[in-house]
């Protein structure tokens, strides 16, 4: 493939106060960019060192950075990636689960304040902390309460099944 020079105005750029002339290379990898992104790939080749020098580095179409770059950087801070997820998710812990049913963390927090911190079933205190269990409707998605934790292990066994629900209850009671 044979580089065309166009006979164009080149646009200029202001950066930290100073005007320059965007030089062939610029466009060059935005042309390049734009070709390996009409293609569907991920990567765009300049066959120029990056800034730190790695030779003939592949690019990343997203954001331009060298992969042998990215490489290293991903190991150097493949702790510090890892601590700030592990953080999130604890410091979320409840809001990320009540989202999967649909709730906020204060329609959750009044619909244990109405069922007074107990177990809809047994009437067991829920402990603050302890792992709760948010029943809901498999088929309507709709919340019915929260359980503790046996409670909601003997519906599941019984498949949510209220009429094997009742026989176990019939069977209890003989």
Not at 43 to 51: R, S, V
Not at 115 to 133: A, F, P
Not at 140 to 169: D, M
Request: proline share 2%.
């Amino acid at each position: 493939m044979t580089d065309i020079m166009l006979n164009v105005k080149l646009p200029i750029f202001k950066k930290k106060g100073h005007s320059y002339v965007a030089s062939e290379y610029k466009l060059k990898v935005k042309r390049l960019v734009e070709e390996a992104t009409a293609k569907g790939e991920n990567f765009y080749f300049t066959g120029e060192p990056c800034k730190h020098g790695h030779e003939n580095p592949k690019r990343y179409v997203k954001n331009g950075h060298c992969l042998e770059c990215a490489k290293i950087n991903k190991q150097k801070n493949k702790g510090k990636y890892k601590n700030k997820v592990k953080e999130y998710y604890k410091n979320n812990k409840l809001r990320l689960r009540v989202q999967t049913y649909g709730l906020t963390v204060d329609q959750f927090d009044k619909l244990y304040d109405d069922q007074k911190g107990q177990c809809v079933i047994c009437l067991t205190d829920l402990l603050e902390g302890s792992k709760t269990h948010i029943d809901h409707c498999k088929e309507t998605k709709k919340v019915r309460g929260i359980l503790c934790r046996n409670c909601n292990v003997a519906i599941g066994h019984l498949r949510h099944n209220p009429e094997l629900l009742r026989k176990a209850a019939l069977y209890c009671e003989d």
